[in-house]
């Protein structure tokens, strides 16, 4: 699910999607009514895709506070968002336990259920395809691991082939250049000189 296009405007209500691009300005549609007007450069846009939420680990995504909503509502929507306090607080602590609850206010909340609610009614929320990329990204690393062992294995081979040539050439160097050929009873022994016999 990729939400890099669906941005939420400071001072306006609801969610938009970047159609197009211009110099100065950005062409946005409301999610709610389908209206397209340009969005400025000294408005504050931000995209969902860079949204984080507080908890008392690590920062989650918004991404994932979706998920979980999703998962745990069987893809249905979360209650109005317009509910009392207590009730918002409640539903968020079942849905998100682990969230700071010093750093996100009722009115976060509020919105997230909203946005959750708009994206869900215009089919952006789509988690079944996560699964299938997390496989694929596991069996490249998995590839890539093997082939790093095969050839390691081979750069073994290789360097251990290279140590017995060396050595058979550290062998080869150390016999004389000169041969001295067993003599017969009675006779001087010979040597041999670039393969030739030395001349009496």
Do not use: C
Request: hydrophobic letters at 35%.
């Amino acid at each position: 699910m990729d939400l890099t296009k669906i941005v939420s405007i400071s001072g306006k209500a609801g969610l938009f999607k970047i159609v197009s691009q211009g110099k100065n300005t950005v062409i946005v549609e409301s999610l709610a009514d389908q209206k397209r007007f340009p969005a400025f450069g000294h408005e504050k846009m931000s995209s969902l895709e860079e949204i984080s939420v507080f908890t008392t680990g690590e920062d989650r995504p918004l991404k994932d506070i979706f998920k979980a909503f999703y998962e745990k509502l069987d893809g249905k929507e979360t209650p109005d968002p317009k509910s009392d306090n207590n009730i918002l607080l409640k539903f968020f602590t079942e849905m998100i336990p682990d969230f700071d609850p010093e750093r996100v206010y009722v009115s976060d909340i509020r919105k997230m259920m909203t946005w959750f609610n708009l994206l869900l009614s215009q089919n952006l929320l789509n988690f079944t395809d996560e699964p299938k990329e997390k496989a694929v990204a596991a069996e490249v690393k998995e590839e890539s691991s093997e082939q790093t062992a095969t050839d390691e294995k081979k750069t073994g081979v290789v360097a251990e082939t290279t140590a017995i040539e060396t050595g058979k050439t550290a062998i080869e160097a150390e016999k004389p250049a000169d041969e001295t050929t067993q003599a017969g009873p009675g006779e001087q022994p010979e040597k041999k000189v670039s393969g030739k016999k030395k001349s009496e």
